[in-house]
C-alpha cells in the first residue's frame, strides 16, 4: 500500500486568522478538531509507511513562528532537561569507584603487605633526596616485609619494583637470600612481562653464586624461551653479558638438536659448542643437527627477531660448516638477504659472530649478493667504522667487491662526509677513534700489527682465500682503484690540519701512510708536513723532540719503510722529493737536528741524497765534525727530559745508569767519512 502523502504544515496566516492578528502563547496543545485529527491521522501512517516522523514539539515551534523568543516565558521543549549528571553526581561517582577499587586491592592476598612495601619504595627510589642512615633503616624494613613473601611480590607489576629495590639497595647476602627463595621459579619469572627484569638485575649484582644458580634453571628449555616473546630477551642478555664460556656452550648446544637439551656433556667445564668438532665426532649426525639448527635460525627471521646474539652465533657455526660452492650456502645467504626491511643484516653487523657472518656471505656470495649486502649498508657506514665489529664488513668489502665504482659510491660518502667542509671534521674524528681509524687506513697500511688486532688479521686472512675462488680482478688493481677515491679528501685535511694530526703518535703513523701512497696530488700535503719542521729543534714543544715525528720525517725522506727480512728500504713510488723539501727548512739548524733527539732525520736525508747521487746536506754537516764527535759520546735526549734529569740530582735523587751517546749522530759521522 502506497504511503499516504504528508500534508504540509499549516501557514502562518492560517493560524493567526484573516486579519493576522497575533495569538497568544501556547503553553499546552489544544484537544484537535477534526481537522487536526484528519491530520494527525495521516501524520501517523506516514510514520508507520516509514517516512520521517514528525516532532509535536517541532509543530508547536512552527506554529509560534519563532515569536516564543521575544516572550517573556521560555517554551517547555527548550528548557534545559533535568536527567542529565551534574557535576556534584559526577565527583560522587568517582568516589564510589575508588572505594570499590580499593576494595577490591584489600581483598587480594598480602595487600596490606605490598601497600606498606610500597610506600617504602615511594620513599626509597628517590635516592638523592634519603639520607644514608635513613636509607638503611628502610632498606631493613623493606627485607623484613618481602622476606617469606618474594614469590608473591614478583610476578606484579607494581610489587616487583619493590623486589628490585631491594636487591639494589640490599647487601650480597640479603640478595643471595632473595635468589634463594625464587629458586624453581626462574623460568616463569622470565616468561613473565615485569619479573624478567627483577632476574637481570639479580644475575648482575648477586655474584658467580646467584649466575649459577640461576642459569642453570634455563638448560634444556633454551629452544622455548628463545622464542618466547618475553623471555627470549632476557635470556639472551644472560647469555651475551653473564654467562660463563661453559654456560654459553651449554645453552648454544640445544639449537642443535633436543638430545643436546635432554642429555648433559660428560666434562661441563671444558664443554664445546663448536659444530665442527661435534660433526667431527659423530659424521653421521650432520644431517638432523644441520636441518634443526637451520629450521630454529629460519622460525626467528621469520618472526623479525633478528637482534640476538645466541642467534648470530648459531647462523656463524651454521654457516662455517657449509661448503662454500653448495647450494645450502646459496640459500643461507638468500634467507639473509630476504629481509627485506634490511633489519637482519644491520643486526648482524654490531656482534662479534653476525660481523663474520656478514663478510663470510660477502666472500661466498655472487657478484648480486655483494651489491645488495653492501646498498643495505649505505646509511650506516659510519656507524659501522666506529663500532668495534662493524668495521670488519668494510675491510671486507675493500678486500672482495670487483665493483670498485660501487664501493667508492656506497662507502666514502657516508665515510669521509659528502662536502669539503665536513670530510675534514670527519677525518679528523675517525683518527682519534681506534675502530674508525682502521676502515681509514687499512688500504694504505695493510694488514699492520699496529692497525689490526692478530684475531682479525687471521679472519681477513681467510676471507682473502675465499676470495681467490670467486673473484676475478686482481687484489692489487682492485686497492689501487679504490685508493684513488680514499686519497684526496686525506691530502686536503693532512695541508689543512697538519700541526693537530702530528700531535699524536698514531697521527703520525697515518701521515706516513698517507703521503707514501701519494699519487701525485699531495704536493700542498707534503709542504705542510715539511713546515713543521722549521724552527729551533731545542725548543720545547718543537716536533724534533717526539720520536714518533721524527719517524715520520724520517720515513717520507727515504720515500719507503726499512725491511728487516730484506736488510734494506722499500721505496714506495712517489712524485715527491720530500728529503729535499725536508732539507730546506732544517738547513738553519742542521746542526742541532743531527745531535738532538731526531738525528735519525738527517740520516734519512743523506741516504735520500746518496741514492739520488746528491750532496748538499753533507757538505753542510762535514764543517761540524767536532760537535758530532761530542754528541755520539753523549746520550740525546728532549728538552723536558734534561729539566726532570737537572732537577732529580739536585734533590740528591740517586742517578741512573749512563746513557750511550746519540746513536744518529755516530752514524753520521760515518757517512762523512
Given at each position: 500500500m502506497a504511503a499516504a502523502k504528508r500534508k504540509a504544515a499549516p501557514d502562518k496566516a492560517s493560524v493567526s486568522g484573516r486579519d493576522g492578528a497575533k495569538k497568544p502563547k501556547i503553553v499546552v496543545p489544544a484537544l484537535p478538531d477534526s481537522d487536526s485529527e484528519q491530520s494527525s491521522t495521516d501524520d501517523d501512517k506516514d510514520a508507520s509507511d516509514s517516512s520521517v516522523p514528525i516532532n509535536d514539539e517541532h509543530q508547536i515551534d512552527q506554529v509560534d513562528g519563532g515569536n516564543a523568543e521575544q516572550d517573556e516565558g521560555i517554551h517547555p521543549s527548550r528548557l534545559a532537561p533535568t536527567n542529565l549528571p551534574t557535576s556534584t553526581a559526577s565527583k560522587e561517582s568517582h568516589a564510589k569507584q575508588k572505594i570499590l577499587a580499593q576494595e577490591r586491592r584489600a581483598s587480594k592476598p598480602n595487600a596490606d603487605l605490598i601497600q606498606r612495601s610500597k610506600k617504602i619504595w615511594e620513599r626509597l627510589r628517590r635516592k638523592s633526596h634519603v639520607p644514608r642512615d635513613e636509607r638503611k633503616e628502610l632498606v631493613a624494613e623493606l627485607y623484613s616485609i618481602i622476606t617469606g613473601n618474594t614469590k608473591?611480590?614478583?610476578?606484579?607489576?607494581?610489587?616487583?619494583?619493590?623486589?628490585?629495590?631491594?636487591?639494589?639497595?640490599?647487601?650480597?647476602?640479603?640478595?643471595?637470600?632473595?635468589?634463594?627463595?625464587?629458586?624453581?621459579?626462574?623460568?616463569?619469572?622470565?616468561?613473565?612481562?615485569?619479573?624478567?627484569?627483577?632476574?637481570?638485575?639479580?644475575?648482575?649484582?648477586?655474584?658467580?653464586?646467584?649466575?649459577?644458580?640461576?642459569?642453570?634453571?634455563?638448560?634444556?628449555?633454551?629452544?622455548?624461551?628463545?622464542?618466547?616473546?618475553?623471555?627470549?630477551?632476557?635470556?639472551?642478555?644472560?647469555?651475551?653479558?653473564?654467562?660463563?664460556?661453559?654456560?654459553?656452550?651449554?645453552?648454544?648446544?640445544?639449537?642443535?638438536?633436543?638430545?643436546?637439551?635432554?642429555?648433559?656433556?660428560?666434562?661441563?667445564?671444558?664443554?664445546?659448542?663448536?659444530?665442527?668438532?661435534?660433526?667431527?665426532?659423530?659424521?653421521?649426525?650432520?644431517?638432523?643437527?644441520?636441518?634443526?639448527?637451520?629450521?630454529?635460525?629460519?622460525?626467528?627471521?621469520?618472526?623479525?627477531?633478528?637482534?640476538?646474539?645466541?642467534?648470530?652465533?648459531?647462523?656463524?657455526?651454521?654457516?662455517?660448516?657449509?661448503?662454500?660452492?653448495?647450494?645450502?650456502?646459496?640459500a643461507f645467504i638468500e634467507m639473509i638477504k630476504g629481509d627485506e626491511e634490511g633489519d637482519l643484516l644491520k643486526?648482524?653487523?654490531?656482534?662479534?659472530?653476525?660481523?663474520?657472518?656478514?663478510?663470510?656471505?660477502?666472500?661466498?656470495?655472487?657478484?648480486?649478493?655483494?651489491k645488495h649486502i653492501l646498498r643495505t649498508y649505505k646509511d650506516t657506514v659510519s656507524l659501522l667504522s666506529y663500532d668495534a665489529h662493524g668495521h670488519l664488513v668494510i675491510l671486507a668489502a675493500y678486500d672482495i667487491i670487483d665493483d670498485t665504482v660501487l664501493t667508492t659510491k656506497c662507502i666514502f660518502p657516508e665515510l669521509l662526509g659528502k662536502d669539503e667542509a665536513a670530510q675534514e671534521e670527519h677525518v679528523m674524528n675517525a683518527l682519534s677513534d681506534l675502530n674508525a681509524r682502521k676502515a681509514l687506513l687499512y688500504l694504505f697500511a695493510g694488514c699492520a700489527k699496529w692497525l689490526l688486532s692478530d684475531e682479525e688479521v687471521s679472519f681477513l686472512s681467510e676471507i682473502r682465500d675465499l676470495r681467490n675462488k670467486t673473484s676475478k680482478k686482481d687484489a692489487e688493481a682492485r686497492r689501487q682503484e679504490l685508493l684513488k677515491g680514499l686519497s684526496r679528501p686525506l691530502h686536503m685535511t693532512i695541508e689543512k690540519r697538519a700541526k693537530d694530526i702530528c700531535q699524536t703518535t698514531f697521527g703520525c703513523q697515518f701521515v706516513t701512510e698517507v703521503l707514501l701512497h701519494d699519487g701525485g696530488e699531495a704536493s700542498g700535503a707534503f709542504d705542510a708536513v715539511a713546515d713543521l719542521a722549521a724552527g729551533d729543534p731545542m725548543d720545547a714543544g718543537h716536533l724534533a723532540q717526539s720520536a714518533a715525528a721524527g719517524r715520520m720525517f724520517k720515513t717520507l725522506a727515504l720515500g719507503g719503510k726499512f725491511n728487516a727480512k730484506l736488510g734494506r728500504v722499500e721505496t714506495r713510488p712517489t712524485s715527491q722529493d720530500f728529503h729535499r723539501q725536508l732539507y730546506a727548512r732544517i738547513k738553519p739548524n742542521i746542526l742541532q737536528w743531527a745531535t738532538g733527539p731526531s738525528s735519525f732525520v738527517v740520516l734519512g736525508i743523506l741516504d735520500a741524497e746518496q741514492s739520488q747521487n746528491g750532496d748538499e746536506a753533507k757538505k753542510s754537516l762535514s764543517k761540524h765534525k767536532k760537535a758530532l764527535e761530542k754528541a755520539s759520546r753523549s746520550p740525546a735526549m728532549p728538552v723536558e727530559q734534561h729539566d726532570n734529569q737537572g732537577k732529580q740530582q739536585g734533590k740528591g735523587i740517586e742517578k741512573s745508569k749512563p746513557l750511550k751517546g746519540n746513536m744518529g749522530a755516530k752514524l753520521i759521522l760515518e757517512k762523512l767519512v
Open positions: 608473591d611480590f614478583v610476578l606484579k607489576h607494581d610489587a616487583t619494583r619493590v623486589i628490585q629495590t631491594a636487591i639494589k639497595y640490599g647487601n650480597l647476602d640479603q640478595r643471595r637470600a632473595i635468589a634463594q627463595e625464587l629458586k624453581g621459579e626462574y623460568q616463569r619469572l622470565a616468561e613473565s612481562r615485569y619479573a624478567k627484569f627483577l632476574i637481570g638485575k639479580l644475575v648482575v649484582s648477586g655474584g658467580p653464586d646467584t649466575r649459577d644458580l640461576v642459569i642453570p634453571e634455563f638448560y634444556g628449555k633454551i629452544r622455548g624461551l628463545i622464542k618466547h616473546p618475553e623471555a627470549s630477551w632476557i635470556v639472551d642478555d644472560i647469555y651475551r653479558g653473564i654467562a660463563t664460556p661453559a654456560q654459553k656452550a651449554t645453552m648454544l648446544r640445544e639449537w642443535y638438536g633436543p638430545e643436546f637439551a635432554l642429555f648433559k656433556a660428560e666434562n661441563a667445564s671444558n664443554i664445546s659448542s663448536t659444530l665442527s668438532e661435534i660433526l667431527a665426532k659423530s659424521p653421521e649426525k650432520r644431517t638432523p643437527i644441520m636441518r634443526y639448527l637451520l629450521d630454529l635460525i629460519n622460525l626467528l627471521i621469520q618472526k623479525k627477531t633478528t637482534g640476538f646474539t645466541m642467534l648470530h652465533d648459531a647462523m656463524l657455526q651454521y654457516m662455517l660448516n657449509l661448503k662454500s660452492d653448495g647450494e645450502e650456502m646459496s643486526n648482524l653487523a654490531f656482534t662479534p659472530s653476525g660481523a663474520k657472518v656478514v663478510c663470510l656471505a660477502l666472500a661466498n656470495g655472487s657478484a648480486k649478493d655483494r
